[in-house]
């Protein structure tokens, strides 16, 4: 792309005691479009999600979002996120949590849109405690995309979600990327990241693998799977 990113990791590494997660990444999202981060499990794409939120310090290389470091008030009321480990209030009833998540950026979404794309009718007055795993996930994804984020992270979105809720999330994520906003992804699913990527980064302990458009990745991993038959 030609456009300057939005955010981007640049010689990135970051150690857990003897764990190296991430050794000299450079990661760049730019504005209307889905970079998809794919890996085995431990290849650190977590980690890179965590260093671009704020959420985690890198030991090496820097992260900017807008120009900025991460998460001061300014760059987090322009971010919407869907981490796997959520630290939702168990006992806050739906309504009242998209509520105070709304209220944190400067042009929300209306509650009713974002019922209607998340799929959270009849939802607004359980407690999120009492939902199902699923149900739960909808709610996530409603809280990540109500501000009408220019920047959204989604860390495995779609795990124990059924297809319905599934082309939902595409679907709002699609729209938000035609607007202009950019998106990280990160997933398990090849066929999730062909629905939506316009690139895709694969990590491997820790270093970028491979990048480059999701035709250029498909046709490699194609040809992986072709050496494995023949051989
Ligand atoms: P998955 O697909 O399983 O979610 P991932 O690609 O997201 O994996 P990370 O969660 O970033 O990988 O983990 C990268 C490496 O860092 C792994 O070896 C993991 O065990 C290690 N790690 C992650 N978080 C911590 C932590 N808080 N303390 C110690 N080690 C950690």
Redesign the pocket.
């Known amino acids: 792309s030609t456009s300057a990113p939005l955010a981007q990791l640049a010689g990135v590494g970051k150690r857990?005691?003897a764990?190296r997660?991430l050794d000299g990444l450079d990661l760049a999202l730019h504005p209307g479009q889905v970079t998809s981060l794919l890996?085995a499990?431990?290849?650190?794409?977590?980690?890179a999600v965590g260093l671009l939120l704020g959420l985690l310090v890198p030991d090496a290389g820097h992260v900017r979002v807008f120009g900025e470091a991460p998460r001061t008030p300014a760059v987090r009321r322009r971010c919407g996120v869907m981490l796997q480990s959520a630290g939702i209030p168990e006992r806050l009833c739906v309504g009242e949590m998209l509520a105070l998540v709304r209220a944190g950026y400067p042009a929300p979404r209306s509650v009713a849109d974002c019922v209607a794309l998340a799929g959270l009718d009849g939802l607004l007055d359980r407690r999120y405690g009492a939902l199902s795993g699923g149900q739960q996930r909808r709610v996530q994804f409603a809280l990540a995309v109500c501000g009408r984020p220019r920047l959204l992270c989604l860390d495995?979105p779609t795990t124990g979600l059924d297809l319905d809720a599934r082309q939902r999330l595409w679907a709002a994520v699609r729209e938000l990327v035609a607007d202009g906003s950019a998106v990280l992804l990160?997933t398990?699913y090849l066929e999730e990241a062909e629905a939506l990527s316009d690139r895709v980064a694969v990590?491997a302990e820790g270093r970028l693998a491979a990048e480059g458009g999701i035709d250029a990745i498909r046709a490699r991993v194609a040809v992986r799977r072709i050496r494995c038959v023949s051989s």
């Open positions: 857990y005691g764990t997660a890996g499990n431990g290849a650190g794409k977590s980690t495995e990160t398990h990590l």
